[in-house]
């Protein structure tokens, strides 16, 4: 089973748990955006780290 973006950028130590419920929290809040972009405007990840995700879901 693939794992979810928030869930995997903390297994790989991009992001941490707390970032990743910011993210969410804004998500829910009504921000429309992807959760890669707004981890990306709030200077959580950087490119890389969302290439490194876009790569294992391609591999599963």
Known sequence: MKQ???EF???IGAMTQE???QVVK???A???RR???IALELGFIED????????YMENE
Do not use: H, P, T
């Open 4 to 6: 979810r973006i928030g």
């Open 9 to 11: 950028l903390v297994k």
């Open 19 to 21: 970032q990743v419920d």
């Open 26 to 28: 804004a998500q829910e």
């Open 30 to 32: 009504g921000d429309a």
């Open 35 to 37: 959760f890669g972009d």
């Open 48 to 55: 890389n780290s969302l290439k490194r995700y876009v790569d």
